[in-house]
């Protein structure tokens, strides 16, 4: 295991908030940046590896430190985007953890939402998966049994 997945393991680790593995594309925003209000403001692309109601692990090569407040928005479901304020409480090589300070109501919808739709899809996923595997344990459909010969 490289040291960034090293990295990413011990971060999600320590969240207590229920939290789920995703791949969305984001974008961070410097936000003690002076240009932070204009189209100039310092913006970094980054790539969401799990998240919760409280906040993110977010893949990225900027370079950024505890305690630093950033903008960040993401298209989390088709045509409805998440836009909040989080806070770095961790720093890895390539990852940061981040809380949510600041959301409106309608970006908490987004989030809920989506970790609910997501929730629903991986819970209903892994049901069927082991339907699946107990109607394969089965007698009779084991190969070599009476039922399974030809």
């Known amino acids: 295991m490289t040291k960034s997945q090293t990295d990413i393991r011990d971060f999600a680790e320590l969240r207590s908030a229920k ?3 995703v ?3 984001g974008v961070l925003t410097v936000e003690d940046d002076p240009l932070a209000l204009t189209s100039l403001a310092k913006q970094n692309t980054c790539l969401i ?3 919760s109601q409280t906040g993110f692990l977010l893949l990225t090569t900027a370079q950024f430190t505890e305690g630093q407040i950033l903008g960040f928005s993401c ?3 088709p045509e409805r985007v998440l836009e909040c304020k989080v806070e770095v409480v961790h720093v890895g090589d ?3 953890g981040t809380k949510i300070v600041d959301i409106d109501d309608g970006g908490k919808a987004v989030c809920q939402a989506f970790l609910q739709e997501q929730f629903t ?3 209903q996923n892994s049901a069927e998966a082991s339907s ?3 109607a394969s344990r089965k007698p009779g459909n084991a190969p070599g049994s009476a ?3 030809s």
């Open 19 to 21: 939290r789920i593995t």
């Open 23 to 25: 791949t969305r594309k």
């Open 49 to 51: 590896q799990d998240m």
């Open 75 to 77: 298209e989390l479901l």
């Open 94 to 96: 390539s990852v940061i």
């Open 121 to 123: 899809a991986r819970t």
């Open 132 to 134: 699946s595997a107990s």
């Open 147 to 149: 039922h399974g010969k």
